[in-house]
Antibody, heavy 120, light 108 residues
Framework: QEQLVESGGGLVKPEGSLRLSCAAS????????MSWIRQPPGKGLEWISY????????YYADSVQGRFIVSRDNAKNSMYLQMNSLSVDDTAVYYC?????????????WGHGTVVTVSS | DIQMTQSPSSLSASVGDRVTITCRAS??????LNWYQQKPGKAPKLLIY???SLQSGVPSRFSGSGSGTEFTLTISGLQAEDFATYYC??????????FGPGTKVDIK
């Protein structure tokens, strides 16, 4: 069964850091690009980062550029999001999602999400 | 970057109704328009990709259409399990892969 499971969320103070993980199973991880997408409480979805299958190509939303770093370890079937200089505006549920060429780069598999709360 | 808008932001409907949601892009796209359904407390679920292709396992009452900058999601015969929030999203060209603001469908 194809599955993504996020972990690493929690409560962090403003200006703090946090590292999220996304563990994949049931498919050949390196064949797919991956993204992080977040959803603040009561609000819509915001795409924030992309990493290509090899890990070399990366993109970020302007809102996180320079503060967040996405990476992946294909040997461990995992993707990571290092979040630095966090602010209250980063409070959200963070989802990892698989992007598939088979569905024209749509996100066909999503994790259940991990909650990040930034508060003093 | 491509910006996405949706209308309406919310709607009330009854079981059996035909529901239409519109998504507009700030520039013309050749396909690469996707629709997701999200229920409270759950992750989004892909319904339709590439404007009109139904994702595996999604009921045929869901359909998508459109071209250029205007796209539509139609639910033909709304079911109780369809009450949710729907998002369009573009995967055209390179990221950012922006989402629309969402349309909440609730019970009339």
């Amino acid at each position: 069964q194809e599955q993504l499971v996020e972990s690493g969320g929690g409560l962090v103070k403003p200006e703090g850091s946090l590292r999220l993980s996304c563990a994949a199973s049931g498919f050949t991880f390196s064949d797919y690009y991956m993204s992080w997408i977040r959803q603040p409480p009561g609000k819509g979805l915001e795409w924030i980062s992309y990493v290509g299958g090899s890990g070399k190509t990366k993109y970020y939303a302007d809102s996180v550029q320079g503060r967040f770093i996405v990476s992946r370890d294909n040997a461990k079937n995992s993707m990571y999001l290092q979040m630095n200089s966090l602010s209250v505006d980063d409070t959200a549920v963070y989802y990892c999602a698989r992007g598939s060429r088979a569905v024209d780069d749509a996100f066909d598999i999503w994790g259940h999400g991990t909650v990040v709360t930034v508060s003093s | 970057d491509i910006q996405m808008t949706q209308s309406p932001s919310s709607l009330s409907a009854s079981v059996g109704d035909r529901v239409t949601i519109t998504c507009r892009a700030s520039q013309s796209m050749s396909g690469y328009l996707n629709w997701y359904q999200q229920k409270p407390g759950k992750a989004p679920k892909l319904l339709i990709y590439a404007v009109s292709s139904l994702q595996s396992g999604v009921p045929s009452r869901f359909s998508g259409s459109g071209s250029g900058t205007e796209f539509t999601l139609t639910i033909s015969g709304l079911q109780a399990e369809d009450f949710a929030t729907y998002y369009c999203q573009q995967s055209f060209d390179t990221p950012p892969f922006t989402f629309g603001p969402g349309t909440k469908v609730d019970i009339k």
